[in-house]
């Protein structure tokens, strides 16, 4: 049974550019999660969708940041336009119900 | 203050040894998640509970509603224990985080 599936694994821009960061959750879940790890401020949870319906979004950090779940099998989180202090690591998880989460590996955003 | 306090910050500790890892917070919850990051940075949900105590293998998780307190045991750890374990706790819309607690387990 596949995992949470991100992509990039890694992704290295430069400031002002549009970054898109996806996820595919587990097939059957339908809670979906997007936070971003950083030294200084740990892990922390951006927004997080129920039967694709984004719930609370009040951690997202500022407009310019977006997230979207067109279907049950995709999300995705876009920055634009991006700015070094943006550089984490971003990380999707899952789950059914109100069972424990399944993370992905995350995808580790530098922005130069 | 934090909402949600972990200690300690950093343990280090034989193999063999029994481990306590302890979590406190101060808003109200519908559940606690105990997670665990390896060196290579991938999470892994260890627990998730709202009242009692759940054991899986060697660890076991205790949560105590009315003093707002969870611990994490390790029994027998291993190095293959050495981790960033995370307290996270689920209010009705939100979690928050705890630092994490850094345990290194030594041959």
Redesign the interface.
């Known amino acids: 049974d596949a995992g949470v599936i991100q992509s990039p694994r890694h992704e290295v821009t430069e400031m002002g550019q549009e970054v898109t960061l996806r996820c595919k959750p587990i097939s059957g879940h339908d809670y979906l999660?997007w936070y971003r790890q950083t030294m200084m401020r740990?892990?922390?949870?951006l927004i997080y969708f129920n039967n694709n319906v984004p719930?609370?979004d009040?951690?997202m950090p500022e407009d310019r940041f977006s997230a979207k779940m067109p279907n049950a099998s995709f999300s995705t989180l876009k920055i634009q336009p991006s700015e070094p202090r943006d550089s984490a690591?971003y990380?999707c998880?899952s789950s059914r119900g109100?069972?424990?989460?399944?993370?992905g590996?995350?995808t580790?955003l530098s922005i130069l | 203050k934090n909402e949600v306090e972990q200690s300690p910050q950093n343990l280090t500790a034989q193999e063999g040894e029994f481990i306590t890892i302890n979590c406190s917070y101060s808003v109200g919850i519908s559940a606690l998640h105990w997670l665990q990051q390896h060196p290579g940075g991938g999470i892994v949900s260890l627990f998730m509970l709202s009242s009692g105590k759940k054991k899986h293998g060697r660890l076991i998780a205790t949560i105590n509603i009315q003093e707002k307190h969870s611990s994490l045991h390790i029994t027998a750890s291993h190095p293959r224990d050495s981790a960033v374990y995370i307290c996270a706790v689920r209010g009705n819309n939100d979690m928050r985080f705890g630092a994490g607690t850094r345990l290194t387990v030594k041959p």
Do not use: K, N, T, Y
Not at chain 1, 42 to 45: I, N, P, Q, T
Not at chain 1, 98 to 103: G, L
């Open positions: 999660f740990g892990l922390e949870l719930i609370d009040s951690g690591v990380f998880a109100r069972q424990p989460q399944h993370f590996d995350g580790r």
